[in-house]
């Protein structure tokens, strides 16, 4: 039985984790058939299909797979779209919505994908039309043949007419996307990344250049010309009238009107209009910014304190996130980062922790370090401008449906407690019912990372132990690397509720579960996880192993890599 049961897990976990992947699939493959049964079958193009066969088929059967796949490609990475659905939906259906925020990447990379993967297929399918032009030139049909004669170069056709040279433009474009796209390459070279995504405005130029030559003609007259009257001879012909009839006149060819553009135009310009938007508001005067304090962190880490210059309170709820700029290093990059602590009465700012994880961060880390030592030779004199930011959000994230959930598991490994700190927050400030209970794990390299946050931790558990409601609050530290007593007792000699909390090494993950599923038997618990990928895929598979143990475990998590 326990066996069956397995497979029945195991089977369900594949079926909902490949079934957006199927369905997508599966909605290319019945376009592509529509669109190749058109093509094979359509008398307006017997005399194009006699020369190109099968190629003109799938060349002509993948085109509209691209374009519904250029039209959607773009809306996951639409941010103000996200916040549109999230204002729309967010009451109807949380679940759902939370699902599709979380899952935005993936979305974006199956579309990313199968554009390659049908862009490949398409390209493969003109190169075998450029040379059936060549084979199979006639010069009846020279209207309707894209070479110049049956001694044509096929280099000539690939990559000196416009047709040809965009398509091999649009191909090296993708392909260097999907190169630099990979998660290596984004963590190594992160600017080359982001460059390189942006070549996709030229791929869209030349998909709008691409079809102008007008290679694809179709038949104007075959109620006048039927197929298959050229290969009549004329004595036969004008013998007979009914042939006469049905061939009256010799086939005529035009390239017809296109309005395949119209489905990528729309997601460009939905794109557009979000990137628009969002660089208004960012440098409006509603969202402008100041700096009122940045300084470094134990740990390699960033404390930024950003003030609105508006007089109207900012609502921002826990979980959120916003986008930032810093114009000093530089004027193209925006990073996301959880919003720590949230706006106050009398106090409209917001606070963020970063960790140092890149050039970018690496950067603004020695100037925020550079200005404190100058400051500390000078006597406190600061000799630099404040850095200036510029600011985009906030967004919904998965995150921001904690406060919903009557149980929850948070799992933070480093940096990745940020999320989880504005709940924090908000149970020490106010009296807030949900959520009832709160288990939290926290994972860490190095000590000095617990000390960003851990006079939240032992003040939310000091109001609960005084609420005579110890059990709201389950924590639990795990530090992994150069474990140290002496080093702990110096840090949290003090805070006892820090110090016993404390664990060397990783966390085993069975008897958090196990303790999970014993306390709350038949009931749910959404279990929230933010870090790297490793960890994101382990709490995944704990969370559907002790689901069948009679607690519901919904998993969620966040990632900005």
């Not at 096929?154 to 091999?168: D, E, I, Q, W, Y």
């Amino acid at each position: 039985m326990e066996r069956v049961n397995k497979i029945y897990h195991s089977s369900r976990n594949f079926m909902f984790k490949y079934i957006i992947a199927l369905l997508w699939t599966g909605f290319n493959f019945v376009v592509f058939c529509k669109a190749f049964s058109n093509y094979h079958h359509d008398v307006e193009y017997y005399y194009l299909s006699r020369i190109l066969g099968n190629g003109l088929c799938v060349s002509r059967g993948t085109a509209p797979v691209l374009n519904v796949t250029m039209a959607l490609i773009t809306l996951p990475t639409c941010k103000t779209f996200n916040l549109l659905l999230h204002k729309l939906f967010g009451r109807c259906s949380t679940r759902l919505l939370v699902h599709y925020l979380e899952k935005t990447k993936v979305l974006h990379l199956i579309l990313g994908c199968s554009l390659l993967i049908v862009a490949i297929v398409h390209s493969v399918a003109h190169f075998v039309n450029i040379v059936n032009f060549i084979d199979n030139y006639d010069e009846r049909y020279r209207e309707i043949n894209w070479a110049n004669g049956p001694d044509d170069n096929v280099l000539r056709l690939l990559f000196a007419t416009p047709t040809g040279f965009s398509g091999c433009i649009m191909l090296l474009t993708l392909a260097a996307m999907a190169y630099l796209a990979r998660r290596s390459m984004r963590d190594r070279f992160y600017n080359s990344f982001f460059t390189s995504h942006h070549l996709f405005l030229v791929f869209y130029g030349m998909m709008f250049y691409h079809p102008l030559s007008n290679i694809i003609k179709h038949q104007t007259n075959v109620d006048k010309h039927k197929i298959m009257c050229d290969l009549v001879d004329n004595v036969t012909l004008h013998s007979n009238e009914d042939l006469l009839v049905l061939c009256e006149e010799p086939p005529q060819f035009s390239a017809g009107t296109k309005r395949a553009w119209i489905w990528p135009l729309v997601g460009l310009a939905i794109y557009l209009a979000d990137i628009s938007f969002r660089y208004l508001t960012s440098h409006s005067e509603r969202y402008r910014v100041t700096t009122v304090q940045t300084y470094a962190m134990a740990g390699h880490a960033i404390h930024l304190r950003l003030q609105f210059c508006r007089k109207a309170m900012v609502k921002i709820l826990p979980g959120q996130y916003v986008l930032l700029q810093c114009p000093a290093i530089s004027t193209l990059e925006w990073h996301p980062f959880t919003i720590t602590e949230l706006p106050i009465e009398g106090r409209n700012d917001i606070t963020l922790t970063i960790k140092v994880r890149g050039d970018w961060t690496e950067e603004l880390y020695d100037r925020i370090v550079q200005r404190e030592q100058c400051k500390r030779n000078l006597g406190g004199v600061d000799p630099y401008r404040r850095i200036e930011f510029l600011l985009d959000g906030p967004y919904p994230s998965v995150m921001s449906n904690m406060l919903d959930c009557k149980r929850i598991l948070f799992v933070g490994a480093g940096v990745g407690i940020t999320p989880f700190v504005t709940i924090m927050r908000l149970l020490l400030s106010s009296n807030v019912d949900q959520p009832a209970r709160v288990h939290l794990v926290w994972i860490a390299r190095n000590l000095e990372t617990f000390l960003w946050f851990s006079d939240e931790i032992a003040r939310l558990q000091e109001k609960f132990w005084s609420q005579n409601k110890p059990d709201r609050f389950w924590v639990k530290l795990y530090w992994t690397q150069n474990y140290d007593e002496h080093l702990l007792a110096e840090c949290f000699g003090d805070m006892p509720s820090i110090k016993s909390r404390m664990h060397r090494g990783r966390p085993n993950w069975n008897d958090v579960f196990i303790d999970l599923v014993t306390l709350y038997p038949k009931k749910s618990v959404s279990v929230f996880s933010c870090g790297p990928k490793e960890l994101t895929k382990e709490i995944r598979l704990k969370c559907k192993e002790y689901s069948k143990h009679g607690c519901k475990l919904s998993y969620f998590h966040e990632g900005f890599g």
